[in-house]
């Protein structure tokens, strides 16, 4: 199926997503409604990209932009050319934090190019596409559709299912000033074997999560307990690595945020996090219900 080609300016905007939450490597995430916005001008006689927000002065402002090589890679996919188009981003998502930055650019770019083409991209097309771009499908699913997602690798490509985030779940987001990590550094410290018994542990704790997240959060403590990923990938953050620690001891269901460094707390009913003072940047942005949306402007 395909449709009209746009010819007017629009808007896409893509929320930040928070990947693996605790057990679910690679194949649970949660949307939150933290977002990058993306303007195009089709058919602009002066082509360009600008960044505001996050990022500004450090993504390029050229075709090497993660969105526009995104919309050329769509482009070949589908054996045309993407027309001349002006994009202007203005970035909420901080970068290098966990928190799905660039799997919102992928998303922004694979929906930019269908609107710019009129190619009638399929929701499971899109999201094959978004896999491939990225890498994995986790980050990416949850920014296409919103709210609480499962990716899985089906036997015809990537796939993933919506469940219902409960409505008792308050995110709160600690995001660290002076540490980042990019995700190839994170990928690094991974093993490539684990012990049977830690992968006995992560399976179970998955289920456990899937429970905690959608009916019983009085489980999260337990449920976001693992053993593949976050006791490698902390001691490459100290100052996360600490707060994560004093966190657990505190009593409070928490789990790095994808790689890391940011970290994802659910506060439980009548308790908040305390002020941790400068260093670092508290959010608590609702679930995202929605996913990513385009609209004219």
């Not at 400068?278 to 990513?292: E, K, M, N, V």
């Amino acid at each position: 199926m395909t449709s009209k080609p746009a010819r007017s300016a629009f808007t896409v905007r893509t929320p930040a997503t928070v990947a693996n939450l605790g057990p679910g490597f690679d194949c649970l995430a949660l949307a939150l409604e933290l977002s990058n916005e993306f303007t195009v001008e089709p058919d602009a006689a002066q082509p360009a990209v600008t960044v505001e927000g996050e990022g500004r002065g450090e993504l390029p402002e050229d075709g090497t932009n993660l969105v526009f090589r995104t919309v050329s890679f769509v482009a070949r996919e589908l054996g045309g050319r993407p027309p001349a188009f002006s994009l202007a981003c203005r970035n909420a998502i901080p970068l290098q934090r966990g928190l799905g930055s660039s799997a919102s650019a992928v998303v922004a770019g694979l929906l930019i190019a269908d609107r710019l083409l009129g190619a009638g991209l399929t929701a499971d097309r899109l999201l094959q596409m978004a896999a491939d771009t990225e890498g994995h499908a986790d980050n990416v699913a949850a920014c296409l559709r919103g709210g609480l997602v499962l990716a899985y690798l089906g036997s015809d490509g990537w796939r993933a299912e919506q469940l219902e985030p409960n409505p008792q779940l308050r995110p709160l987001l600690l995001v660290p000033e002076a540490e980042r990590m990019a995700t190839e550094d994170a990928r690094r410290v991974l093993p490539l074997a684990v012990p049977l018994a830690d992968a006995a542990f992560n399976l179970s704790r998955s289920a456990l999560a899937v429970l905690a997240l959608t009916a019983r959060p009085d489980l999260l403590v337990d449920a976001l307990d693992d053993r593949l990923h976050q006791g490698r990938r902390l001691p490459l953050t100290p100052g996360a690595r600490a707060l994560f620690q004093d966190l657990r001891e505190e009593g409070f269901p928490v789990c790095v945020a994808g790689s890391g460094p940011s970290l994802l707390v659910f506060e439980p009913d009548g308790r908040t996090v305390r002020d941790l003072g400068p260093g670092w940047l508290a959010l608590r942005p609702s679930i995202d219900r929605t996913g990513a949306v385009v609209s004219a402007s």
